[in-house]
């Protein structure tokens, strides 16, 4: 391709994907705003629903700064020490774009839209869904008399009580428990990051780093997971089911949506004389 044609091409992956992040990211926001999750009843005796309140072990800015912190450090490390000797540097409109950059920008690209797709299908399930958190009970402090024969033993729906409790900014989250948004964005990021570092931490001596920094983030995944549940803010299917979505998510955007720059491998030119060559005699 000319330089025109490799300039348009680099110019147009950028924008589409560019367009395509920002669509999702705005999608995620009007869901949050715009949307309200599904108004589901309760029982009395629904013994699921009677933890206490408590705050999160781990925060929603925590979970957001590590997970996309810590990959997108490990890719520009990783890229740039494999990629930094390559020659084959490209330019857009006149400006080069080393190898390493062009490593990092694809990965990357793929990572964010993978996590776009993992907050986009948690959202709409959390809205759909609109299953009761934990601590539903301590939260809205329902107005019926649970005590009451007359709502004993029947499921009580949402236009039959309205919520006296004195936490009114937490009424819309106690009604997101399916599925676990932590749990999901902890394994998407967590495991595709795990992948990661087996394909590109390839130099000597490093396997037993890299299994190590494999194993610390896998961890660091599934303890935000649990602590979901030990927080009483998800039920355990829902973080089974959060768990098993980012799970599924960074595989198969691992595996088939993520394009790699490879090294190119450098061939030694063997001289002529020191080829081989074979005589063959014929007998007759």
């Known amino acids: 391709m000319s330089r025109d044609e490799v300039s348009m091409h680099i110019l147009r992956k950028v924008v589409i994907d560019g367009f395509l992040i920002c669509g999702l990211v705005l999608c995620m926001l009007g869901s949050r705003v715009f949307l309200e999750p599904f108004q589901r009843g309760f029982f009395c005796l629904d013994e699921s629903l009677m933890f206490p309140y408590k705050e999160d072990t781990v925060t929603t800015p925590t979970l957001r700064l590590v997970g996309l912190l810590l990959p997108a450090i490990a890719f520009l490390i990783c890229e740039w020490a494999l990629l930094r000797k390559e020659q084959d540097d490209q330019r857009c409109l006149g400006v080069r774009i080393p190898a390493w950059l062009r ?40 107005s019926v008399d649970c005590k009451s024969p007359e709502w004993q033993g029947r499921y009580i729906q949402s236009h039959e009580y309205s919520c006296l409790g004195p936490m009114a900014q937490n009424f819309r989250e106690m009604r997101l428990s399916f599925l676990s948004g932590h749990s999901s964005l902890a394994a998407y990021t ?7 570092l087996e394909k590109r931490m390839v130099w000597r001596t490093t396997r037993v780093l890299r299994h190590t920094l494999q194993f610390i983030a896998l961890m660091m995944s599934w303890f935000t997971a649990l602590s979901r549940v030990s ?30 720059v490879h090294k190119k491998q450098k061939h030694t030119v063997i001289p002529l004389h020191e080829v081989p060559i074979e005589s063959h005699t014929t007998t007759a």
């Not at 694809?106 to 709409?124: D, K, N, P, Q, R």
């Not at 967590?190 to 990661?196: E, G, N, S, T």
């Not at 009483?232 to 691992?254: E, N, R």
């Open 231 to 260: 927080d009483f803010k998800h039920h355990w299917s829902d973080v089974l089911a959060g768990y098993s979505l980012g799970l599924s998510v960074a595989i198969i955007m691992w595996m088939w949506c993520t394009d790699l």
């Open 103 to 142: 490593g990092f920008y694809c990965v990357a690209a793929s990572f964010c839209l993978g996590y776009c797709f993992v907050e986009l299908t948690t959202e709409i399930a959390k809205i759909t869904i609109g299953r009761p958190r934990p601590h539903f009970f301590d939260v809205c402090q329902p």
């Open 190 to 196: 967590m495991v595709f990051f795990a992948l990661y």
